[in-house]
């Protein structure tokens, strides 16, 4: 590996930003001019199969996430709470202090090899970004998509990351044998709040792109539409041109929801939202109140909107990658043909309205 001479974690300056714990299966933190202001912190992991809690809802039983932490540094990501449990911080050290799984192709094989494995579907990119920029670097998906086919394993893929494209070919190979589930979380096509918002992703215009060459590969493609930000990409022209340019290049589906304000994820996006569209905090904080979800009636109005712009492009309900999506689940909020509503509702009625949407895909990203 090129970094075989980088300075390994002992020789490393104190900077307040090393765990203050050690990590399990530590090998060496890593430092590199090519991802300037982020640690990587190399493992070797026991295991790379994850169970999924049979109560959780989720439409899958296992996930693999060969890394923690996620350069991608979307401020609403769901997934920084779990940095907590490595005694790092859900703000910067999420973005910033990255674990890397560096035998995890070696691992799921054997994992797989088991007698005991029954070839259940595995999902990835479930809590962090498969294909994040240091996936360019460590090469980890390849030998992880050749292992689940050769073993006869269906999973999937969700990603924000252009670098799956570099792996087409494989997968393709691997849909040859399995079924394999692909989806792109695009939930806004305005450049500018995309650098805001989700500053370390590829452009939305770059994730249309990867959208049509997975298509052209022949390849379904589903979308994350997720998490639609009140106020800020609710709109009838944001989500009109959201559709529009999905639908054009080739989405094979779309799941869209609003934004979940999960512990976490809460605090730091709401001090992004402080700094940069202050007058909104009153109306995240009626909207949401204490809680994770955005009020019943505002869930209704998007899901909703969500409907008639997702019929007017003729997209299907659900990313499907997963799973197919039930039909008639999102919802009964359509206004009639040629309704055009632009002012979300923002009452709430008390604690009782904020119960979770039921969903037909995983609210991830």
């Known amino acids: 590996m090129r970094w075989d001479a980088q300075k390994t974690d002992s020789a490393l300056p104190v900077t307040g930003t090393e765990p203050l714990l050690p990590l399990a299966g530590l090998v060496r933190t890593v430092r590199t001019p090519e991802f300037a202001g982020i640690t990587f912190h190399e493992v070797v992991a026991k295991s790379v199969l994850n169970r999924v809690h049979a109560g959780s809802g989720m439409p899958f039983s296992w996930t693999i996430n060969p890394y923690r932490g996620c350069s991608h540094a979307c401020v609403y990501c769901f997934a920084r709470k779990t940095h907590s449990y490595l005694n790092l911080d859900s703000g910067l050290d999420f973005d910033s202090q990255l674990v890397v799984k560096t035998n995890a192709p070696e691992v799921l094989r054997r994992e797989l090899a088991r007698p005991s494995w029954k070839h259940e579907h595995v999902a990835m ?14 090469r980890l998906m390849p030998g992880i998509i050749t292992a689940l086919a050769d073993f006869g394993t269906p999973f999937s893929i969700l990603t924000k990351g252009t670098l799956l494209a570099r792996d087409i070919p494989l997968l393709t190979a691997a849909a040859g044998s399995v079924p394999v589930g692909m989806g792109i979380s695009l939930a806004l096509t305005d450049a500018a709040l995309a650098e805001a918002v989700e500053p370390g992703t590829p452009a ?20 994350m539409a997720m998490p639609i930000l009140p106020w800020l990409t609710d709109t009838d022209e944001a989500l009109d041109g959201l559709f529009a340019a999905l639908a054009a290049a080739g989405a094979t589906g779309v799941t869209a929801g609003p934004l979940h304000l999960r512990p976490g994820a809460r605090e730091w996006f709401l001090n992004w939202l402080s700094r940069n569209h202050r007058h909104l905090l009153p109306r995240y904080r009626d909207l949401y109140g204490s809680g994770s979800y955005a009020s019943k009636e505002y869930t209704q109005w998007l899901t909703g909107r969500v409907r008639y712009f997702r019929k007017r492009h003729g997209l299907p309900a659900g990313a499907g990658f997963m799973r197919s999506a039930p039909a008639g689940r999102e919802g009964t909020g359509e206004g009639p043909a040629g309704d055009t509503r632009s002012r979300p509702p923002i009452a709430w009625n008390g604690p009782g309205a904020r119960t979770p949407p039921e969903q037909t895909e995983p609210t991830l990203f």
């Not at 809590?127 to 460590?138: F, K, L, S």
Request: aromatic fraction near 6%; include cysteine.
């Open 125 to 138: 990119g479930t809590n962090t970004d498969p294909y994040q920029r240091a996936e360019g670097r460590y």
């Open 204 to 223: 939305p215009k770059a994730r249309l792109g990867l959208i049509r060459r997975l298509r052209d590969a022949g390849l379904p493609c589903g979308v």
